[in-house]
């Protein structure tokens, strides 16, 4: 089975910085894309940030200049550091990864369980 384990979440107040970070394990054989998904109370999981193996990024207006996504060396971990951080920020932020596992004939999506992001004075 494959496995996304998020860190990093908590409590910032406004205009601080938080890193989060995502490890990919199990059977894994390719990871196409990686990222950063949020979702506020009340609201629908929206696209925060994505990299795709070849390292183009993508990232929604709203984080843009503010927000860095990274991939690590291994290329099975994700980076999320996110700067100048505002209360509309908080959410529950998960990873998400397209891949291929043994025993898969295709790229499946999986996630992450999720990691709270608070951002409050």
């Known amino acids: 089975q494959v496995q996304l384990v998020e860190s990093g979440g908590g409590l910032v107040q406004p205009g601080g910085s938080l890193r989060l970070s995502c490890v990919a394990s199990?059977?894994?054989?390719?990871?196409?894309?990686m990222g950063w998904y949020r979702q506020a109370p009340g609201k629908e999981r929206e696209l925060v940030a994505t990299?795709?193996?070849?390292?183009?990024?993508n990232y929604a207006d709203s984080v843009k200049g503010r927000f860095t996504v990274s991939r690590g060396n291994a290329k099975d971990t994700v980076s999320l550091q996110m700067n100048s951080l505002k209360p509309e920020d908080t959410a529950v932020y998960y990873c998400?990864?397209?891949?291929?596992?043994?025993?898969?004939?295709?790229?499946?999506?999986?996630w992450g369980q999720g990691t709270q992001v608070t951002v409050s004075s």
């Open positions: 998400n990864a397209v891949l291929k596992y043994a025993g898969a004939g295709r790229f499946v999506v999986h």
């Open positions: 990299i795709v193996s070849g390292g183009s990024t």
């Open positions: 199990g059977s894994i054989l390719s990871i196409n894309t």
